[in-house]
């Protein structure tokens, strides 16, 4: 079997993983059937009379401006995934090229990059995050998701770099050195395929921290910019009918609250395929 297709089957089997996995189906099938059968998430059909319950019309009500709180859910769910997934592979894809170089150069080369990113780690993310985008008065959403990818890669190339340490005197490396093989060719044939495991922990992992820090910044009103729906911009919205209509707030925040613990339920369950002995 596949080693991917194997290590899949292994998170299915695990309760924790197919949970989940089922969960974070359901959201990205809302996310991406949203815009066929739902209202616009900015439409605002009777802004005199907002702030309605859930009923049949509206499942989960409207908010004070009259807006479907499903539709924007939905629609909040479709940026947050969107940012999440490429600020995640951008910064898994710098980490591992840096974590693979440094690891397997050695030398100077890994001095010089340990001691950078050791570094850029000692400065908290959130901080240097509310730094850069405190620059920009509305940020594109492209520079928000490029400035979150940017800013998460210190992690992982560290542990990309101990993955190639232990790999990279392994029999077969040695066989592939001995047969000609080129540094590159070593790199990204042999030794960052048998370091995926861990990365695609770690990517998985990510994924629910950067949907917190999207919605956290989002709240702060640094993060996505109206009138695009982002979970944490309808918590903020929705604050000043915290009492008179909860449901504004309480269904992006139970959104969060369900995408990244299965996102981490995915994660565990990858964590214990990956190594059998930590489960």
């Known amino acids: 079997m ?23 189906a359901v959201i990205v099938l809302g996310a991406v059937a949203g815009p066929f059968w739902l209202a616009s998430p900015i439409e605002q059909p ?77 400065i908290p993310r959130l901080f240097l995050l509310l730094l850069l985008l405190a620059l920009w008065e509305r940020i594109p959403l492209a ?15 560290r542990l990309v770099r101990a993955e190639v340490l232990r790999l990279r005197e392994s029999e077969y490396v040695q066989a592939a050195r001995a047969l000609g093989g080129g540094g590159a060719r070593i790199m990204f044939r042999h030794l960052l395929p048998n370091a995926a495991g861990p990365l ?6 990510g994924i629910g921290e950067v949907i917190l820090l999207e919605a956290g910044l989002s709240f702060l009103g640094l993060g996505i910019q109206p009138p695009t729906p982002s979970w944490g911009g309808m918590i903020f919205d929705a604050r000043e009918v915290l009492v008179t209509a909860p449901w504004a707030s309480v269904f992006p925040a139970l959104a969060i609250a369900l995408t990244v613990l299965s996102a981490n339920l995915i994660g565990d369950a990858l964590r214990d395929a990956v190594d059998p002995r930590g489960a």
Do not use: C
């Not at 049949?56 to 939905?74: E, F, K």
């Not at 520079?143 to 992982?156: H, R, S």
């Open 2 to 24: 596949n080693p991917l297709r194997a290590l899949l089957a292994a998170v299915w089997r695990r309760t924790p993983g197919r949970i989940g996995a089922i969960v974070l």
């Open 46 to 122: 009777d802004i005199e009379h907002g702030g309605r319950p859930p009923s049949l019309a509206h499942p989960m009500g409207t908010d004070q401006l009259s807006r479907d709180v499903l539709a924007r859910v939905a629609g909040g769910a479709r940026v947050s995934l969107a940012v999440a997934t490429i600020a995640v592979m951008m910064s898994i894809t710098l980490g591992a090229l840096v974590g693979l170089v440094a690891g397997y150069k050695g030398g100077a080369v890994d001095a010089v990059a340990m001691r950078l990113v050791d570094a850029a780690l000692a």
């Open 200 to 205: 695609l922990v770690a990517a998985t992992l």
């Open 143 to 157: 520079v928000f998701i490029i400035v979150v990818g940017a800013t998460g890669w210190f992690g992982t190339s």
